[in-house]
């Protein structure tokens, strides 16, 4: 039977997403499966996304949807309509989509829409908060693609409670694959001559997250539980972190805490790699916090990687000055103890891209076969 023309497309948008897919991009280069790429635009700072695109020497995107800032709904609607135009010309056989963020979800509501197959990357994490909008967002994506690809096993299982109709495949994590392609490359980074910094004698604090910046006595909070247990502190501040200080005139002048712009990959890497905590109340930089070797103090509620709360490595705080300070004091009083509970890892072996490029490959031929 001859195969009908073939395409894939993934969808990006935002910092995180560009992180995750880059081992994925180099793959599809080295397998030969042109992967072309869907940019949304919901992140268009140079910091926040440009400067992933030439780091991990990605592809041009074929499309930026430009879709910017603006409320959840506005965005995943506007990419909705922008992403129809686009996909009704181009008839991909796969629409990849990884993460969890509104551009993912706008780009798989649309290809459901249009009964395009799709293809998750990191299916199947959950945290079970449905007050955080990448919860909702990656519960819709999962019960809406045909290939889930599960970065653990615990997200596997999640998959099968809850009866998704794709097929799950278990291949890691591909956040993974791009850190070992990295983390040897940190001596090159002279971030620590520009900034006057010495090993373990700073923690790093991240902070983005909608529930706890948005509300300003939870930032408030936040600030000062940190501030009050009087650890050095480098913040590189998010966007929209850096709107809501100025919004509420919260001031870090003369405090512990020190600002600094976004990083790009490298330079997190060795910040982290020599942090002495990790504050963060991110998803991705919990795992790379965790391949580091860095102990980290996640500022949230619950957490989709429980791995590493089980293993004692991750310790969570809720957003309140004292439980904060306690969860700090804690990590410092027991600090050899818990470097020594890093062992293993469950988020795969570093060859995540690599299986999921095959996966893919062997659909298309399938979808080329039915006459997708
Ligand atoms: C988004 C994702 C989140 C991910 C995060 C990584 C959703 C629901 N959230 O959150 O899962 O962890 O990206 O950063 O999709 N802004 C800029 N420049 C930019 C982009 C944003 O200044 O390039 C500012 C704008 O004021 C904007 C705010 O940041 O309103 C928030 O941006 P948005 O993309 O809505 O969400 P993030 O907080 O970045």
Redesign the pocket.
Known sequence: MELRYVSIYLVIG???QIIKSAPIIHESLKQGLEMKIIHTG????YE??QVFLEEFSLPKPSINLNVG??S?TF?TAEIMLRLEKFLLNEKPSILSIP??????LGGALTSAKLGVPIAHIEAGARCYDMKM??EI?RRLIDHCSEILFAPTTNCKENLEKESVIGKIHLTGDTMYDIFLKFKDKVHKCDIFDRLDLSEKEYSLLTL???ENVDDPAKLRSILKGIQESEINVLFPI???TK?RLKEQNISLEKSTIKTIEPLDYIEMLKLLKHARIMLTD???VQKEAFWSKTPCITIRDRTEWTETVEMGVNLLSEADPNKLMKTIKDVEENYREIKRKFKGNPFGDGRASNRIIKILKNNLVRYSKKGN
Do not use: F, V
Request: charged share 20%.
């Open positions: 935002t910092r995180p919901q992140h268009y700072d926040l996304s800032s603006g959840h965005q993460g969890d963020t509104n551009s993912a909008a990448e967002n983005h997250r909608s998010h966007p929209r709107n991110s998803g991705g």
